[in-house]
Nanobody
């Protein structure tokens, strides 16, 4: 069973950086072809897509709002996906959730909430102005 646990959130000043981690405490990523993604949700707002990565790591995709500032990566040997966040802005403040789904291809990525089967509990990121 896939069990996703996020970590690395915190409070940072605008312009600062954070790196989020998402670890699968259940079945290792290498046991299945699992595409991964990060979503975020601010209070009173809908959950929105942030970044996605294919199982192989060869394909990635970013929301326009974070493109050029955030980078998603993965280490399947460690059952971990990362989100490096640079040049953070106050509007990046949200609870960040990791998500996973089985993929029919190691090179596919997915961007919709409905695409994903497994979710972590989230980690809070607060960016002060």
């Amino acid at each position: 069973q896939v069990q996703l646990v996020e970590s690395g959130g915190g409070v940072v000043q605008a312009g600062g950086s954070l790196r989020l981690s998402c670890a699968d405490s259940g079945r290792p990523f290498s046991r299945k072809t699992m595409a991964m993604a990060w979503f975020r949700q601010a209070p009173g707002k809908e959950r929105e897509f942030v970044a996605a990565i294919s199982w192989s790591g060869e394909s990635t995709h970013y929301a326009d709002s974070v493109k050029g500032r955030f980078a998603i990566s993965r280490d399947n040997g460690k059952n971990t996906v990362y989100l490096q966040m640079n040049s953070l802005k106050p509007e990046d403040t949200a609870v960040y959730h990791c998500a996973a789904r089985a993929s029919s291809s190691s090179s596919y990525y997915y961007t919709l909430i409905s695409d994903y089967s497994y979710w972590g509990q989230g980690t809070q990121v607060t960016v002060s102005s």
